[in-house]
């Protein structure tokens, strides 16, 4: 072969490969971006639901988080491609009456909607933008040092700061706690919402809030109850019962939970109308909705599958051996005082909420 045809032929051979290179990356599976809560859930999540994804579709999982505000949907989706989405109910009946997110194809991602399927789910719903996924609890825990006598157990023990002195750690929002201040006040759990949809309500509700003025530390990052209570920072707080749970078993701290007044929501996944990876999407909406896969997220943390026939599967946590199920915010000896959060009622009455919470703010913060 003569020099000019090997230089040639090199040349050639060069650019084919300078091709190929590309293309080959292309082929690399882009990844799904799933925006989550962080902290213990966001690992149980991880352990139980995005890598055993990957590893049976070969879709790689990318986590972002945020704080669970309609608002980050609104300003964050689009620029960071935002493919699935981990919602409270609401959350999710606001972003798909406001178009932002998409109508799901219940048959096609649960393959088939008979009516054994929808019993499966009952009694959460399958909305039109999402799935649910799992039932979590709002619930009071406090810090045992601050106690070491008379303990509190009831959600009054909450309001009363003579009888149990110290902060209390408050979500910043009129969620939930309304609706505890008026169980607190005597009125039944069925009654609560039909009483805050009055103007009487809202101001029984935020009068029985005045005994905590002075009193409050509030929280927004999901994480920070937990945190607070094991650093003797308040002595109660309000917050999700996996994050406690995971204080108490993962760390040691002494964190107990009153169940007393749980309030029960359900967390659903929801798509963004602006991802680009619908497919991917709706693949992980069938995964992630398995009723084997639920059961090993409730077997990290302690939120109930939305999926009945999950429980049978759910048993030991796989590290520290505890039996999960007694510690799911529905199990039986929790007490029959509870209130099922109404997604519809707070879709709808967002606006009025938020400005008489900040009106009572303005008048001496907490």
Known sequence: MRFSDAITRCAGLLAVLLVAVPAAVAQEPEALTVVTW???????????????????????????RYSGAIGS??????????????????????????????????????????????RDFA???LRPCSLPQNVFATVMAYDDRAYPGLKPTRIEDFFDVEEFPGKRAIHRSPDVILEWALMAEGVPAAQVYDLLSTDRGLRLALRRLEALRGHIVWWEDAGAPARLLE?????????????????AQDRGAPVSVIWDGRLIGTDVWAVPVTTDRPEAARAFLEFATRPEVMAGLAARIPYGPARKSAMEWIGLHPESGVPM????PNAPQHGARMLVRDSVWYSHTEAIRERRFEAWLEKGGG
Not at 235 to 240: E, I, P, V
Not at 325 to 328: G, I, K, N, P
Request: hydrophobic share 40%; proline share 3%.
């Open 73 to 118: 949907l609104r300003k964050r989706a689009e620029a960071e491609s935002w493919d699935v989405i981990d919602m409270l109910e609401a959350d999710a009946i606001t972003g798909c009456e406001d178009g932002l997110l998409r109508k799901l194809r219940h048959d096609e991602i649960l393959g088939g909607l008979d009516r054994a399927v929808r």
């Open 325 to 328: 199920r007694d510690h799911l």
């Open 231 to 247: 650093k003797g920072e308040v002595a109660m707080a309000s917050g999700y019962n996996g994050r406690f749970f995971a204080a």
């Open 123 to 125: 009694p959460t719903r």
């Open 38 to 64: 962080g902290g213990a859930y966001e690992a149980a999540q991880k352990s139980a639901v995005f890598v055993p994804f990957t590893k049976a579709t070969g879709i790689p999982v990318e986590v972002k």
